[in-house]
Nanobody
Framework: QVQLVESGGGSVQAGGSLRLSCAGS????????MSWYRQTPGKEREFVSG???????SYADSVKGRFTISQDNAKNMLYLQMNSLKPEDTAMYYC??????????????WGQGTQVSVSL
């Protein structure tokens, strides 16, 4: 059973930093790509950053230069270092894993989310 557990959210002032973590389990021998999304009330969930199985990273334009995604494959951990936070970064942040590969069900799984609140 695939499980994702996010942590590290909180309340900070603008200009501050937070580091989000996502602990994954249950991947078996599947290959996977991981990413962070965020959502605010009344809006669709939006892509923030992702890293594929080759280690290639991507970022939304709104966070480029401020956020850094990283992963520890040995521990099945995903991180998001968020610097120079802005009030518009306030959202629920979700970890997502997409499993694929021979013998695997191609499917995306989501964590429960961790709240980030940035105040002026």
């Amino acid at each position: 059973q695939v499980q994702l557990v996010e942590s590290g959210g909180g309340s900070v002032q603008a200009g501050g930093s937070l580091r989000l973590s996502c602990a994954g389990s249950g991947y078996g021998s599947c290959r996977y790509a991981m990413s962070w999304y965020r959502q605010t009330p009344g809006k669709e969930r939006e892509f923030v950053s992702g890293v594929n199985s080759n280690g290639a990273t991507s970022y939304a334009d709104s966070v480029k230069g401020r956020f850094t995604i990283s992963q520890d494959n040995a521990k099945n951990m995903l991180y998001l270092q968020m610097n120079s936070l802005k009030p518009e970064d306030t959202a629920m942040y979700y970890c997502k894993v997409y499993l694929y590969g021979s013998g695997c069900t191609y499917k995306a799984y989501w964590g429960q989310g961790t709240q980030v609140s940035v105040s002026l």
